[in-house]
């Protein structure tokens, strides 16, 4: 086993080893530490698992309006021990997949926990690795709080190891995971009930938008208890749960707990303080925009840099660190500014740049175009699910500089539109645009 490097990385998810593969192909010796599977958060216990099962929750839906458009189909049921074990053997094919790319660039994974004992140097179960240039990808983990009974719980991670859908499920939690897994349940079958601490989710996100999604959740089953915050956690007598808020409230009869109240950074183990490197109040390393460390040598990119955390972005940053460090090109770095992100919740959410409260805290000039309407899925259909569209310009020549659109087919409208704000187009640039249709996405060229 090779123990010196030109490279190493700490964390094979997907930041860590697109790095790593990148900063391969320029022709160094690289390892890769990794204590679990490959792939990390993302393809493990995140995004693919996840939209796996958004999947299955869409075909439900699809399934409960085949009647409307003339289909004789008729529920049957529904196996969750099928789709996990489908969904499982999927994600074990990525993780083969991953080590066969490594293999295939020549680089040398080493499976364990890692910790610096030096500058340069990390230890992995007793042997001591060196590399000159050292990146930090280690990502984040759930978070549980502080209450009593919380252990009764689960996290996302828990999620993707259920044997059988609950029967009645609470989720505490306002961010996209909560909001994502409350709408996987329900469409599957389950009762859920989301806790709010505040009185709505996805703050982060335009205010259209969550009230929009808000309202389509409530009004299709989903109970929404905002402004509660949790006690304690008990077992009853049946095996099942009691939750008590600090009001006194109390859910009964509670099969599934699930905490989606944030993510921390892995960064404990990693014994920072051996090379002098500290983290914020909150255990993230702070990064410069070039990825560095305040440690020479020492890079991070992804959720444990509390930046923007996302797969593509990690991804991103990763190989713009390995062109700049190996590939001869001493400017490359990310621009973090307008980065689509979505939540695949029923139905979705897409954007990219500001929110129109964000503009208005940034600029003066602020003209917003909104609109909305039922998607034409839903001509034959009882069921009106909400599509909203929204622009956000600034000044004079109305530079879009938000784009927003809940409803079906968000996920897939704004990776386009995405394009479009990075390029600096402006309301007329859309104008100009023919429409296609019928379609939702061509609301956004049409807006007046």
Same mark, same amino acid.
Request: charged share 20%; aromatic share 6%.
């Given at each position: 086993?090779?123990?010196?490097?030109?490279?190493?990385?700490?964390?094979?998810?997907?930041? +860590?080893?697109?790095?790593a593969?990148?900063?391969?192909?320029?022709?160094?010796?690289?390892?890769?530490?990794?204590?679990?599977?490959? +792939?990390?958060?993302? *393809?493990?216990?995140?995004? =693919?698992?996840?939209?796996?099962?958004?999947?299955?929750?869409?075909?439900?839906?699809?399934?409960d309006?085949?009647?409307?458009?003339?289909? &004789?189909?008729?529920? /049957? +049921?529904?196996?969750?021990?099928?789709l996990?074990?489908?969904?499982?053997?999927?994600?074990?094919?990525?993780?083969?997949?991953?080590?066969?790319?490594?293999?295939?660039?020549?680089?040398?994974?080493?499976?364990?926990?890692?910790?610096?004992?030096g500058?340069?140097?990390?230890?992995?179960?007793g042997?001591?690795?060196?590399?000159?240039?050292?990146?930090?990808?280690?990502?984040?983990?759930?978070?549980?709080?502080? *209450?009593? +009974?919380?252990?009764?719980?689960?996290?996302s991670?828990?999620?993707?190891e259920?044997?059988?859908?609950?029967?009645?499920?609470?989720?505490?939690?306002?961010?996209?995971?909560?909001?994502?897994?409350?709408?996987?349940?329900?469409?599957?079958?389950?009762?859920?009930?989301?806790?709010? #601490?505040?009185?709505?989710?996805?703050?982060?996100f335009?205010?259209?938008?969550?009230?929009?999604?808000?309202?389509?959740? %409530?009004?299709?089953?989903? &109970?929404?208890? %905002?402004?509660?915050?949790?006690?304690?956690?008990?077992?009853?007598?049946?095996g099942?749960?009691?939750?008590?808020?600090?009001?006194?409230?109390?859910?009964h009869?509670?099969?599934?707990?699930?905490?989606?109240?944030? #993510?921390?950074?892995?960064?404990?183990?990693?014994?920072?303080?051996?090379?002098g490197?500290?983290?914020?109040e909150?255990?993230?390393?702070?990064?410069?925009?070039?990825? &560095?460390?305040?440690?020479?040598?020492?890079?991070?990119?992804?959720?444990?840099?509390?930046?923007?955390?996302?797969?593509?972005?990690?991804?991103?940053?990763?190989?713009?660190? %390995?062109?700049?460090?190996?590939?001869?090109?001493?400017?490359?770095?990310?621009?973090?500014?307008?980065? %689509?992100?979505?939540?695949?919740?029923?139905?979705?959410?897409?954007?990219?740049?500001?929110?129109?409260?964000?503009?208005?805290? #940034?600029y003066?000039?602020? #003209?917003?175009?909104?609109?909305?309407?039922?998607?034409?899925?839903y001509?034959?259909?009882?069921?009106?699910s909400?599509?909203?569209?929204?622009?956000?310009?600034?000044?004079?020549?109305?530079r879009?500089?938000?784009?927003?659109?809940?409803?079906?087919?968000?996920?897939?409208?704004?990776?386009?539109?995405?394009?479009? =704000?990075?390029?600096?187009?402006?309301? /007329?640039?859309?104008? &100009?645009?023919?429409?296609?249709?019928?379609?939702?996405?061509?609301?956004?060229?049409t807006?007046?």
């Open positions: 086993m090779n123990t010196d490097f030109d490279f190493l990385v700490i964390g094979a998810g997907s930041g +860590g080893i697109a790095t593969r990148r900063a391969a192909s320029f022709g160094i010796k690289v390892g890769v530490i990794e204590q679990g599977p490959l +792939g990390g958060t993302c *393809v493990n216990v995140g995004c =693919v698992p996840k939209k796996i099962m958004w999947n299955a929750a869409s075909l439900a839906h699809s399934m309006m085949a009647a409307d458009y003339g289909f &004789n189909v008729e529920r /049957r +049921g529904f196996d969750w021990q099928a996990k074990q489908g969904r499982d053997a999927y994600v074990r094919r990525l993780n083969e997949i991953y080590q066969r790319n490594l293999d295939l660039a020549g680089i040398q994974v080493i499976h364990g926990r890692a910790s610096f004992v500058p340069q140097r990390v230890e992995v179960d042997t001591v690795f060196s590399a000159t240039h050292i990146l930090i990808a280690t990502g984040g983990r759930p978070v549980v709080p502080d *209450v009593s +009974g919380a252990e009764l719980g689960i996290t991670d828990g999620f993707f259920l044997e059988q859908i609950p029967d009645r499920a609470v989720i505490v939690g306002a961010g996209y995971i909560a909001v994502e897994l409350a709408g996987v349940l329900h469409s599957l079958g389950c009762e859920v009930s989301l806790l709010l #601490r505040n009185e709505t989710f996805l703050r982060n335009d205010a259209t938008l969550r009230q929009a999604l808000m309202a389509d959740m %409530a009004g299709n089953g989903i &109970n929404i208890l %905002a402004c509660t915050h949790m006690a304690g956690v008990i077992r009853q007598d049946n099942r749960l009691c939750l008590t808020s600090t009001h006194g409230d109390e859910l009869d509670v099969d599934c707990l699930l905490w989606a109240i944030g #993510r921390a950074p892995n960064s404990t183990a990693l014994k920072l303080e051996n090379i490197l500290t983290t914020d909150r255990g993230f390393i702070p990064t410069d925009e070039f990825q &560095n460390t305040a440690v020479a040598g020492v890079y991070a990119v992804g959720d444990v840099t509390g930046r923007v955390a996302l797969t593509p972005v990690a991804i991103a940053a990763g190989r713009k660190l %390995a062109d700049r460090v190996f590939g001869g090109q001493p400017d490359a770095r990310l621009n973090y500014e307008n980065i %689509a992100s979505v939540v695949f919740s029923h139905p979705p959410i897409g954007t990219v740049g500001l929110t129109e409260e964000q503009a208005r805290e #940034r003066t000039d602020i #003209r917003v175009y909104h609109s909305q309407f039922t998607n034409m899925l001509a034959l259909s009882e069921h009106k909400p599509t909203v569209v929204k622009l956000v310009t600034v000044g004079n020549h109305e879009v500089v938000g784009v927003h659109i809940i409803g079906d087919a968000a996920d897939e409208i704004i990776q386009g539109f995405a394009v479009a =704000v990075n390029m600096g187009a402006t309301k /007329r640039d859309l104008d &100009n645009t023919v429409a296609i249709h019928p379609t939702a996405a061509e609301e956004l060229v807006l007046r």
